[in-house]
């Protein structure tokens, strides 16, 4: 009896494996199909096993001649036959494949231009398609966000959009807050997350209008003297993210504001973007297209607090420009008050840049951002430091005055010392500026940022205030 049940319950297993086998079988004509249509997807097919992984999604199936398992977040676990009977099917072995994943719709502003040419093409539509898709989503400040925007759209390619493409919006506009010189802060849910993120928006003389984006919710960098760093990192935004980000202030500027077009854009707002280079490389080239929002590659500039590996990559994969917040001159300070420098030291910091600009970008310039800290990195050695530091790298300085935050224990170089500390590193010939802040009052401005309840920074130094 025990034998006949036992026989029972290997027949059930052996069906309910060559249901999951033959399920698989489909999905993997169906992804030879559609995988090229995701972004990084892939379908990777052995003489023993068939591999369908699409990183959408958070299950990958492979199915082999002896064993069934299921890669979780791609980690493979093994697991019985048993657990994949009831993962796979409600009832019985007989139940519909509907229970199986199906695709989610493909967010248009999560593609490069070639990329969504690519997706259109794999649709079976025509390429001049993804052209006119391309300039409603981008172009000529229509800033499409449904199929119903879209004049003289196909009627075939309109049903085929409404089932494969999503507009978005990725991000929901929870607020704008106004500060007296005309700055605004678009503050955004990311859902994903549950947490926000800021852009902030700056109109500038002789038309200029100039959009912060963010590029991570939190930052993991913990610079001692930022407000974001508080808050710790809560994940890196997509590629749609930080695109929307900028046709949300784009829109704004053009159909409300009247303020004319986006003509600047930095990544300067929350979080490091190069822990989230692909992204953020990606969102670049996307706004620099020249058949949507055509910003000048050289008016996009990225800015880092100085990973080393990551610039290389940047320097040879954009054209973007670059900034590196330098913020010292020694390393025991640069220690204290940005931690990146105690894996990436000052001189291997400036040796990277200097080499990345001679070899892969002659002709063009890095900005190094220094913000002026009182009693900290605003000595007259420091100017003085500073220009041998930066000596044969093609540059522009930026000094930033410190804006004051909750809970910052740094106070902000007195003008007369700003003045000073420019006209030493001005008369060598160096260019250098000072940037002054914009939107403090309602805190939009550099190292203000941030929206969720925050932690103070670790501070290995209780006594960083008298380090110089």
Same mark, same amino acid.
């Not at 605004?184 to 993120?197: H, N, P, S």
């Not at 300067?268 to 080239?285: C, K, L, S, T, Y």
């Given at each position: 009896?025990?034998?006949?049940?036992?026989?029972?319950?290997?027949?059930?297993? #052996?069906? !309910?494996?060559?249901?999951?086998?033959?399920?698989?079988?489909?999905?993997?004509?169906?992804?030879?199909?559609?995988?090229?249509?995701?972004?990084? #997807?892939?379908?990777?097919?052995?003489?023993?096993?068939? $591999?369908?992984?699409?990183?959408?999604?958070?299950? !990958?199936?492979?199915?082999?001649?002896?064993?069934?398992?299921?890669?979780?977040?791609?980690?493979?676990?093994?697991?019985?036959?048993?657990?994949?009977?009831?993962?796979?099917?409600?009832?019985?072995?007989? #139940?519909?494949?509907?229970?199986?994943?199906?695709?989610?719709?493909?967010?248009?502003?999560?593609?490069?231009?070639?990329?969504?040419?690519?997706?259109?093409?794999?649709?079976?539509?025509?390429?001049?398609?993804?052209?006119?898709?391309?300039?409603?989503?981008?172009?000529?400040?229509?800033?499409?966000?449904?199929?119903?925007?879209?004049?003289? $759209?196909?009627?075939?390619?309109?049903?085929? $959009?409404?089932?494969?493409?999503?507009?978005?919006?990725?991000?929901?506009?929870?607020?704008?807050?106004?500060?007296?010189?005309?700055?605004?802060?678009?503050?955004?849910?990311?859902?994903?997350?549950?947490?926000?993120?800021?852009?902030?928006?700056?109109?500038?003389?002789?038309?200029?209008?100039?959009?912060?984006?963010?590029?991570?919710?939190?930052?993991?960098?913990?610079?001692?003297?930022?407000?974001?760093?508080?808050?710790?990192?809560?994940?890196?935004?997509?590629?749609?993210?930080?695109?929307?980000?900028?046709?949300?202030?784009?829109?704004?500027?053009?159909?409300?504001?009247?303020?004319?077009?986006?003509?600047?854009?930095?990544?300067?707002?929350? &979080?490091?973007?190069?822990?989230?280079?692909?992204?953020?490389?990606?969102?670049?080239?996307?706004?620099?297209? &020249?058949?949507?929002?055509?910003?000048?590659?050289?008016?996009?500039?990225?800015?880092?607090?100085?990973?080393?590996?990551?610039?290389?990559?940047?320097?040879?994969?954009?054209?973007?420009?670059?900034?590196?917040?330098?913020?010292?001159?020694?390393?025991?300070?640069?220690?204290?008050?940005?931690?990146?420098?105690?894996?990436?030291?000052?001189?291997?910091?400036?040796?990277?840049?200097?080499?990345?600009?001679?070899?892969?970008?002659?002709?063009?310039?890095?900005?190094?951002?220094?913000?002026?800290?009182?009693?900290?990195?605003?000595?007259?050695?420091?100017?003085?430091?500073?220009?041998?530091?930066? !000596?044969?790298?093609?540059?522009?300085?930026?000094?930033?005055?410190?804006?004051?935050?909750?809970?910052?224990?740094?106070?902000?170089?007195?003008?007369?010392?700003?003045?000073?500390?420019?006209?030493?590193?001005?008369?060598?010939?160096?260019?250098?500026?000072?940037?002054?802040?914009?939107?403090?009052?309602?805190?939009?401005? !550099?190292?203000?940022?941030? #929206?969720?309840?925050?932690?103070?920074?670790?501070?290995?130094?209780?006594?960083?205030?008298?380090?110089?």
């Amino acid at each position: 009896m025990q034998e006949e049940s036992a026989r029972a319950t290997q027949r059930g297993s #052996s069906r !309910c494996m060559q249901m999951v086998a033959m399920a698989a079988g489909i999905l993997t004509n169906a992804v030879r199909l559609t995988a090229h249509a995701f972004r990084g #997807s892939s379908l990777l097919l052995s003489a023993n096993s068939r $591999l369908i992984k699409v990183p959408k999604f958070s299950q !990958c199936l492979t199915v082999c001649s002896s064993s069934l398992a299921i890669e979780e977040n791609a980690e493979l676990t093994n697991t019985n036959r048993d657990e994949l009977s009831s993962t796979f099917f409600t009832s019985s072995p007989s #139940s519909d494949l509907h229970h199986i994943a199906v695709a989610k719709k493909r967010n248009l502003k999560d593609m490069t231009f070639p990329e969504l040419q690519e997706w259109v093409e794999s649709l079976g539509q025509k390429p001049s398609r993804a052209v006119m898709l391309w300039k409603w989503l981008y172009g000529n400040g229509k800033w499409a966000q449904s199929t119903s925007e879209i004049q003289g $759209l196909n009627r075939e390619f309109r049903a085929v $959009l409404e089932k494969h493409a999503d507009f978005g919006p990725v991000l929901v506009l929870q607020g704008i807050h106004h500060a007296r010189d005309g700055t605004r802060k678009l503050v955004f849910l990311v859902e994903e997350f549950g947490a926000q993120i800021e852009t902030v928006l700056i109109p500038g003389p002789r038309n200029r209008v100039t959009v912060c984006v963010s590029s991570q919710i939190g930052c993991a960098m913990n610079c001692q003297f930022c407000y974001t760093a508080k808050m710790g990192l809560k994940g890196n935004l997509s590629t749609a993210h930080i695109v929307e980000q900028l046709v949300v202030a784009a829109r704004m500027c053009s159909q409300e504001l009247g303020l004319g077009l986006v003509t600047n854009v930095v990544f300067m707002g929350m &979080g490091e973007p190069f822990q989230n280079i692909d992204n953020v490389v990606r969102a670049a080239e996307i706004m620099t297209n &020249g058949q949507g929002l055509h910003l000048s590659p050289r008016k996009v500039t990225i800015s880092t607090s100085g990973l080393v590996p990551q610039i290389r990559t940047f320097c040879r994969t954009s054209n973007c420009a670059l900034a590196v917040s330098l913020n010292a001159t020694t390393d025991e300070v640069r220690d204290q008050i940005m931690p990146v420098n105690r894996k990436y030291k000052l001189m291997d910091l400036l040796d990277c840049v200097r080499e990345e600009l001679v070899t892969h970008r002659p002709g063009e310039k890095v900005f190094f951002e220094y913000v002026l800290l009182k009693n900290v990195n605003d000595s007259t050695d420091d100017a003085k430091r500073l220009v041998d530091l930066v !000596c044969g790298i093609p540059c522009k300085i930026n000094l930033i005055t410190f804006n004051l935050h909750e809970g910052s224990l740094f106070e902000p170089t007195p003008l007369e010392d700003v003045l000073l500390f420019r006209d030493i590193v001005a008369s060598t010939g160096i260019v250098v500026s000072i940037r002054h802040s914009r939107g403090d009052d309602q805190k939009m401005a !550099c190292g203000q940022l941030g #929206s969720v309840t925050p932690r103070h920074p670790r501070r290995r130094n209780p006594e960083i205030h008298n380090l110089t």
